[in-house]
């Protein structure tokens, strides 16, 4: 597979339907871990043209665990995130998808770019451990909904399947 392809005119859920399986062809056969994220994340982002879409991952440091930045594509974004702390720490402790209509209200929200308005962290999940978080932001407010919750927590599964 060369290129992502989707109508433009779809509608938003319509666009993921379409996405998934686009998705599904291109992690087939690979087993890279890395690049089929990174595939993803890119698929993500061309599909919707996301401010910023990335995976951080919970990763060892000493004897706590943080999230480490992974994969993305957008600005350059903060490396390490503790438990608890912005929007991915909450959701990483709480196990819940997080959807952030307006980050300015999100008390303790870590703002990597000013231009990020809104955001959604969904994380991933393997044998009832959250394993990373997947962060979509967006420079408009209220960008996302359970629609994006919906299908990001389908997407998520696939990550899931390779970590
Ligand atoms: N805003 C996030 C930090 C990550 S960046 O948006 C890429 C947060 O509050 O956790």
Known sequence: ME??????????????????????????GETDV?????????????????FWVGIYFVKAKGSEEELVLGPFQGPVACTRIRKGK???????????TIVV???ELFPGH?????LSKSEIVVPVIVKDN???VLDVDSEFVAHFDETDKLYL???????????
């Not at 994220?37 to 599909?47: F, L």
């Not at 870590?110 to 000013?114: D, E, G, L, Q, V």
């Open 3 to 28: 290129s992502i392809l989707i109508n433009h005119e779809l509608g938003k859920g319509e666009k993921y339907e379409a996405l998934i399986p686009q998705i599904q062809a291109l992690v087939e």
């Open 34 to 50: 890395i690049a089929n994220i990174s595939n993803i994340i890119a698929a993500i982002r061309e599909t919707f043209s996301f």
């Open 86 to 96: 912005g929007v991915c720490g909450s959701s990483w402790e709480q196990k819940k």
């Open 101 to 103: 209509p307006d980050v």
């Open 110 to 114: 870590i703002a990597c770019s000013s």
């Open 130 to 132: 959250v394993v990373a």
């Open 153 to 163: 927590e389908k997407i998520v599964k696939l990550i899931a399947a390779y970590l």
